[in-house]
């Protein structure tokens, strides 16, 4: 086991339903089902998800949504707000961008991060996590769930374990105290048909395949038996696969309420300008497209991009277009839900070549850097720029 990752698994809890039940507090406590329309026990279809409220009636995903309503005929049953839920997925990718760049996305909900070079930032794995679940409920008003362990599918089997609103850590010398007692279902890649033979060779939880005869697993496995074999004793060489090289960075916001005031419509594009230009810093990027993206009140969506001769990442660069985009954009009376900067069309090139050769570049780069690890260290909050 490679001690020294520590990956997160975060899964959102009862994800549609709880979206649902922030949309609309009558709904808050009661068991809630989103799916098909039940249609008074005749429905046809499935349920995606439901609340906690309703799991003790036996409801859950993929059910037919008849039987659903034959278990629990007395809970709210909602169809499925796509676009609610993915704005709200959004946002959580976006809070988990900025606490590290190895993020996989498996789901709508749900990610893997490799927080090894970050978590220091926030104290401790824990406290880093900490973080990240309380900026998701400030921001979003939603509850994840997160595991942590130095392998993936031991966080992941911790974040589960955890659920609802939980936060379970298993340090690398609790692996194997933690995986051993679990039913040998919970291993990666154990279906019902691997699991009914793993029952008939007696072994019923991990810790029954940690101690089977690896030659014999072999032997009635091939390379599968070899893989959960490692798993049981907590090896998963798997990593976390981070979402291609990056071809753009970005950050967007929604609105509170849907916003008016072109003054503070620049105000948040030049924190977002801010966070893009320190992540390309952090990691010597420039990119030469500005994209402004711009959600109105209607949910229709504009970009509009300039393209540098030259590449940038400083902010001046990239708050001077966005604002000069969005001036040319913004009419008096628009209603803006949503904006967004993103900087793109990169080279591969490293940026050092330039700063050596130009000085000033290289002296407002040096302030920079300065003002990033003081903000790394006190917060956002520490400096304030006029727009
Ligand atoms: P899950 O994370 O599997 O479930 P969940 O978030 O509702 O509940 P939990 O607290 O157990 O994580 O899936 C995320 C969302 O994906 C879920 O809210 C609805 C949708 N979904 C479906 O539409 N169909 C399905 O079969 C599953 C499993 C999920
Ligand atoms: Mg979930």
């Not at 709210?76 to 996305?105: C, G, M, Q, R, W």
């Not at 090289?245 to 609105?255: G, I, L, M, Q």
């Not at 620049?266 to 994209?291: A, I, N, P």
């Not at 970009?303 to 902010?315: A, G, K, Q, S, Y």
Request: glycine residues 6%; proline residues 4%; contains cysteine.
């Amino acid at each position: 086991m490679d001690k020294t990752r520590v990956i997160f698994h975060l899964d959102m809890d009862a994800f549609f339903a709880a979206v649902e039940q922030r949309d609309n507090p009558a709904l808050k406590g009661k068991p809630v089902v989103i799916g098909a329309d039940p249609k008074g026990g005749k429905g046809r279809g499935v349920v995606s998800t439901c609340s906690y409220e309703a799991r003790p009636y036996g409801v859950h995903s993929a059910q037919p949504i008849s039987l659903a309503y034959k278990k629990c005929p007395h809970a709210v049953f909602l169809p499925v707000n796509f676009s609610k839920y993915h704005e709200a997925s959004d946002k959580v990718f976006s809070i988990l961008n900025e606490f590290t760049d190895a993020i996989e996305p498996i789901s709508i909900d749900e990610a893997f991060l490799d927080m090894t070079e970050s978590y220091h930032f926030y104290g401790s794995p824990f406290a880093a996590a900490q973080r990240i679940k309380e900026r998701i409920y400030s921001e979003i008003s939603l509850n994840a769930s997160i595991g942590i362990a130095p392998v993936k599918f031991v966080a992941k089997i911790a974040s589960d374990s955890s659920k609802p609103n939980g936060l379970l850590e298993i340090k690398s010398e609790k692996v194997l105290e933690f995986l051993h007692p679990l039913p040998i279902s919970r291993l990666w890649g154990v279906g019902k048909k691997t699991q009914a033979m793993l029952n008939q060779l007696g072994m019923m939880t991990i810790g029954d395949v940690a101690g089977y005869d690896q030659r014999q697993l072999l032997d009635l496995f091939g390379e599968h038996g070899m893989h959960l074999y490692a798993l049981s004793q907590g090896i998963d060489p798997r990593g976390v696969e981070n979402d291609r090289e990056a071809k753009s960075v970005s950050h967007e916001n929604t609105f509170e309420v849907d916003e008016t005031d072109p003054e503070k419509i620049r105000q948040m594009l030049l924190q977002l300008s801010e966070l893009v230009s320190r992540r390309l810093r952090k990691h010597q990027m420039q990119g030469r497209t500005v994209s402004l993206k711009i959600r109105t009140s209607g949910f229709q969506t504009f970009t509009r991009t300039h393209t540098f001769e030259n590449r940038v990442n400083l902010i001046d660069d990239i708050y001077g277009c966005t604002k000069e985009l969005f001036n040319t954009f913004f009419k008096k009376g628009m209603r803006i839900r949503l904006v967004g900067v993103r900087l793109s069309n990169f080279d591969s090139e490293y940026i050092q070549e330039n700063l050596f050769i130009d000085p000033v570049n290289a002296k407002r780069e040096k302030v920079h850097q300065a003002l990033d690890r003081i903000k790394d260290k006190f917060g956002e909050q520490a400096i304030h720029r006029g727009i």
